[in-house]
Nanobody, 118 residues
Framework: VQLQASGGGLVHVGNSLRLSCAFS????????MGWFRQAPGKEREFVAR????????YYIASVKGRFTISRANAKNMVYLQMNSLKPEDTALYYC????????????WGQGTLVTVSS
């Protein structure tokens, strides 16, 4: 499995950005996909995840209502729509894949940088 994240950039406070993650490998629809981020000087944190069939999503409290995770299984893609961006959303964003519940995310992309300026 290989993951390629893209879509990061520099945006102003309150604006939007959509991150994309391309999945290379088999059986994409069987993987739970997640987005994580790491801000400068901080540890990596979980942001959102979506089950293989796209039915169940989960977000950390700080992004709930502003971010939306989605996937297109026919295209082997997962997305993170980020609205109402804040300076504290500035981070390197990673997509990750989890093959089964209860284990750590096993596969990681290289990260895409999001910078929110005030």
């Amino acid at each position: 499995v290989q993951l390629q994240a893209s879509g990061g950039g520099l945006v102003h406070v309150g604006n939007s950005l959509r991150l994309s993650c391309a999945f290379s490998g088999r059986a994409f629809s069987t993987y739970t996909m997640g987005w994580f981020r790491q801000a400068p000087g901080k540890e990596r944190e979980f942001v959102a995840r979506i089950t293989g069939n796209g039915v169940i999503t989960y977000y950390i409290a700080s992004v709930k209502g502003r971010f939306t995770i989605s996937r297109a299984n026919a295209k082997n893609m997962v997305y993170l729509q980020m609205n109402s961006l804040k300076p504290e959303d500035t981070a390197l964003y990673y997509c990750a894949a989890q093959s089964m519940p209860g284990i750590n995310f096993e596969y990681w992309g290289q990260g895409t940088l999001v910078t929110v300026s005030s």
